[in-house]
């Protein structure tokens, strides 16, 4: 036999790579696979890694469930379910991340995402990126010792502004929204309108998802209509994946976010803001400018700055000119400095 053929050989034989493969294809509890779908996917992702049903349950019985945190259905607490064969097998729900470690960077990273990701996501959502945040702070307490130990709590990310709180998404809404745009698959789901105060039924193609503050979005088309909408996740009663392809072969998420309407325009282009400005506003945004082609120059006779910048002619920028109350004064446009003093006298009202 040559070289090459024993290497072959070997290759064909080792449980190594096998393994590393199989525990790639398990899912993290409450999702499961069974063996005869392992079984299958192995062969799928190299026909050398041909197993018998028996040989491969006793592998995943054997020495990878006694190291690598794995469920097995034959020891659910469920009689029905340990009934059932094939057996199915996941991952315990907090078993940690696996290969490769996790470096310091990486974990410092994650800690810092989840104080920030805590004020937009939804509980549940935050909940299925549990075993990463655990495993960032065990590699980072892991890594120092004595009075230090508890080093991953002194990392914050403070939200700019006042935080909402996300709101509240149905678990299994989450999961079969994310399995239908993974997958191209239509959703029937229910929905509730805020206008009506009633929930319609409607089947949906799935285009994208956006995170925006405290509320997610599903970018989706109705069954029989062109145009495309979002659609509040936390406001779906309930969704099921429906078992026919989704359209979104054309769809644009960059395209389609300027004209959406998160912030709905006030104007077609953008608007030239000329504005004085407080010095410490002034200093702010030299170091976080509003865009890339933003302007300062010192004016006379005042520790006062002018502004000169390019904005989009959309309710965002004219709610944050507004908040800033008197560390600005709006030169031009006119229109929108005329706003801001119709705002603030009805305001004034009020007092």
């Not at 989706?220 to 145009?227: I, K, N, R, T």
């Not at 507004?322 to 004064?329: A, E, P, T, V």
Request: some cysteine.
């Amino acid at each position: 036999m040559s070289v090459d053929q024993k290497m072959s050989s070997r290759k064909k034989k080792d449980p190594t790579r096998r393994n590393v493969v199989l525990l790639r294809l398990i899912p993290r509890y409450p999702a499961s696979i069974s063996t005869v779908q392992l079984r299958d996917a192995l062969l799928q992702e190299d026909p050398d890694f041909d197993i018998s049903p028996r040989s491969l349950q006793r592998d995943l019985e054997g020495m990878l469930n006694g190291r690598f945190n794995l469920m097995c259905s034959k020891d659910h607490e469920d009689a029905a379910i340990r009934r059932k064969r094939p057996y199915r097998w996941s991952y315990e729900p907090h078993a940690r991340a696996g290969a490769p470690v996790m470096s310091s960077a990486e974990a410092l990273a994650l800690c810092l995402s989840e104080n920030h990701l805590r004020h937009l996501l939804p509980p549940d959502v935050m909940a299925l990126l549990g075993p990463h945040f655990s495993d960032a702070h065990s590699r980072i307490n892991g890594q120092i010792s004595g009075g230090h130990g508890r080093w991953a709590q002194r990392v914050r990310s403070m939200p700019n502004g006042k935080a909402l709180l996300p709101a509240v998404v149905d678990g299994t809404v989450w999961n079969t929204v994310a399995e239908a745009l993974l997958h191209q698959r239509q959703l029937q789901v229910d929905y509730l309108s805020r206008a009506k105060g009633e929930s319609k039924r409607m089947n949906l193609h799935p285009k994208g998802l956006v995170s925006r503050g405290p509320a997610s979005y599903l970018i989706a088309s109705v069954s029989g209509y062109q145009d495309v909408r979002h659609f509040a996740l936390h406001r779906i009663v309930q969704a099921s994946l429906l078992d026919l392809r989704s359209d979104d072969d054309a769809f644009d998420m960059d395209h389609y976010l300027p004209g959406a309407a998160f912030t709905p325009r006030q104007g077609s282009g953008n608007i030239e803001l000329i504005a004085e400005i407080h010095p410490q506003l002034a200093w702010t945004l030299r170091e976080t400018p509003l865009c890339e082609d933003q302007h300062l120059e010192a004016m006379e006779a005042t520790d006062w700055v002018r502004l000169h910048a390019q904005l989009p002619d959309d309710q965002e920028n004219f709610w944050w000119l507004y908040s800033l109350g008197d560390n600005i004064r709006v030169l031009q446009p006119t229109a929108l400095r005329e706003a801001i003093l119709e705002r603030n006298q009805r305001v004034i009202s009020l007092y």
